[in-house]
């Protein structure tokens, strides 16, 4: 739905939610109106969240914290 106000602070942004798996962890990358943000879950694990400036730093962010928890899991 477009906002009819010519002044919108939200810019419109199609639907650019991409998921996937890594290494048995699911990664959900969805825009923000300032970032990128990237949901990592594991079943019976708390989510983590990562931030970044475009999708492709998310996703990179998203699979060093993934590498990071796998090691200490070890």
């Known amino acids: ?3 009819p106000h ?5 810019p ?4 650019e939610t991409l998921a996937l798996e890594y290494l048995g962890y699911s990664i959900r990358l969805q825009p923000t109106p300032l970032e990128w943000m990237a949901v990592v879950t594991r079943p019976n694990q708390r989510p983590g ?9 998310a996703l990179i962010k ?3 914290w ?9």
Request: aromatic share 0%; hydrophobic share 40%.
């Open 49 to 57: 969240i990562v931030l970044a400036a475009d999708r492709a730093a």
């Open 12 to 15: 419109e942004r199609p639907d």
């Open 66 to 74: 993934i590498a990071v928890q796998t090691k200490s899991q070890d």
């Open 1 to 3: 739905m477009t906002d």
């Open 6 to 10: 010519p002044n919108s602070i939200e």
């Open 62 to 64: 998203a699979r060093d």
